[in-house]
């Protein structure tokens, strides 16, 4: 197997990033079709959606296996293009921006024995640009010339030392004549190697300087601002930076700075507007960054470290915000070492023009990220950042939406393995707030909303138990939003108080079941509404495991009377209490199952409909059952059609699709028909996106993606609009937590502990 550094270690990219994902490496298939009677044709799942009704990242394919990506305008249009080095393949791709907004299919160009690193600039000046690349393992420069028109020539070689072992390559006028020249880290030699140009992109024989450590990688510009440029190198085994400081007329010896564990990159820049270059230091072994402040007689003061939620990988420094003042962009790993896998998933920290920097905002990346670049990709002179994705041979773009806010899923951490969530204001300040049910871990995250679609986590609620279902609403009619809990092997429901500040005191504890011959009733959905008409909310829970419905009337004061408890049909849950029949009383429409762990049990799927009778009872005689497909997992309720009438979508990922069920104007539901929505389908909701009145179909997969398909008339649906976010994701949500009209999309991420936020989009 090839190898290559990183962190100045060699070893193969895939076991470096245990890269191993078969199950959604493979082609994941969808419809393309309209109609509901249409065939089913499949997609890839990479697609890129048709209507941008969410700011999510879009992808391109590339060679296989990028990890690398540069950024030019290539064909002198005016546009960005991007070429990635591609490890499975030795090569380079060159994606031609399309001028449509998106990126022609890649042109791909043999490499060599083994690529490590590249630079994309005009070294011949003639204003096109050139592809210069370090092949290790030939201690070689791979030169490709660029054509004007977006390709490359035929390379050409030049050799350096044998036993070189070059890593890294910069690129800087390093004799002050007009022409750019090459320096490459040799970590076999501990040296760097000056490739001098003379012009039209002719180079002198190579020249080895020795560092006196074995660099991974080079940077090259002015520190002292003598307007000459030095060169700096990271040392990865030794925990140190060799500065060289040029002369005019050569370097004087190196001088070793101490720096963090195993130092992979550098990069200089002014950080705090003192007119001197800091530096900059992404650490592979510690997975922070480090940054040593430049100080006024040319050396630098000790290093301080700057820690992000996760370690990091890769990064640049660059002007994200548009204020002329330097940010960090990182890719994320689970950790460091050998060993670290990629998160799919970037951090920001937005400097403040003092040094400092700001939280580090996550986002989610390309599956597989091991770098990351920058670059105003859509011409709207605001720098966008994107990934090539090792994993799905994509480059993945996220544009910058202002102030460095990136159209890719914004990630919050919350508890572990978080199932369901909720949207409520509980800090009683006008914004949405969000609640996370977190199954492993026995929690309730609450999440403050800013009103910008971005959060601040307050204290969660620490549950005595394994959450079931919950619920949130003003239960003792105080006007702050409480919350009931639902937890398994409990026979009551509990209640917990909102203070309106995102605090909760409690729990309070309510029976939900009064024989307790048939065990404990397992409710696995709850719901509250007056179904009384008493002016206060009221508790419904569904009891699975005794195939019950409890009811608890509130007194008012956000106490509850003993439970009246109704037999209904087989393994009860999502429960919803709405006024099918239009008589100002609130029904009970669930959705019935066969118990999974009961092998003997052959209930037929059904959607139950039963009308209420308004004093916590319901009329046994409109109990009926609609029939739905087979193996329901979740069921949702909306307006599909636009008529008023709310209609009931079950999900089945046995056959990756929803059943529909018409709301009738007599409270009943017409037959089941069924929609294709994608393959392994997680959770759905149903929510006006588009806004022309009708809820459309919104379906999490277990490839990663989210499916939109716009509600027609008639139950008919547009073709599915794919949004790539992430895999591992549980259920979704939708609401508008900007104000701004637009629904944005909320997905809970069961394998990263978090959730992600798409900002909608004027669709």
Known sequence: MKMYTFGGRRHSPMASARLLWPAWMAVLMLVIGCDLLELEEPIDFLTNPYARVFRGRLTYPTGEAPYE????????????????????????????????GGYDAPKSYELGASPRAAVLADLTGNAILDLAVVDEEHAQVIMMYG?????????????????????????????????????????????????????????????SIPVEHAPVTVWAGDLNGNGIADIVTANAEEDTLTILEGTGAGYLPPRLLSCGYMPHSVVGVDLNNSGRRDLVVGNAGSGDISVLYALEDGQFAEEKRLAFPQPVGRFIVADLTGNTIPDIAAVLFDGVGDERQPLSRFAVMRGDGTGAFSEAEIYGAGWGALAIAAADLNNNGRLDLLTPDYATDTVSIAYNGGNAKFESDRRFSVGKRPEAALVADFTDDGIKDMAVMNVNDNSISVLAGRGDGSFDALSPIMLPGKPLAMAAGDLNGNGKQDMVVTISAQTRVLVYVGDGNGRFTGPHFFAIQTDHSRGAPEALSVAVGDVNNSGSLDIVTGNSKTDSVSVLLNDGSGTFAPPIVSAVSNY???????????????????????????????????????????????DADTHLRFATGSAPSKMAMADITGNGRLDAVTLHPGDNSVRVLAGLKNGNFATATRVFVGYQPMSTALADVNRNGRADLVVTLNSGSVITRFSREELKFEGPNNFIVSKGMSGCLLHDFTGDGNLDLVVLGITRNDIGVLRGATP
């Open 69 to 100: 990506a540069l950024t030019g305008d290539l064909n002198g249009n005016g546009m960005t293009d991007i070429v990635t080095l591609n490890w499975e393949t030795q090569t380079a791709s060159v994606l031609l921006a399309d001028g449509a």
């Open 147 to 207: 054509d004007g028109q977006g390709a490359f020539g035929d390379s050409t070689v030049i050799h350096l030392a044998s036993g070189a072992r070059p890593l890294g390559i910069a690129v800087a006028d390093l004799s002050n004549n007009g022409a750019l020249d090459l320096i490459t880290a040799d970590s076999g030699a501990a040296t760097v190697t000056l490739l001098v140009n003379e012009g039209g992109g002719s180079f002198l024989e190579p020249l």
């Open 572 to 618: 009860p849950r999502c429960i919803h209490l709405v006024d099918t029949n239009d008589n100002g009383l609130l029904d009970l429409v669930l959705l019935s199952s066969r118990d999974p762990d009961s092998a003997s049990d052959s209930a037929e799927p059904r959607v139950v409909r039963w009308f209420g009778n308004g004093d916590g009872t319901f």
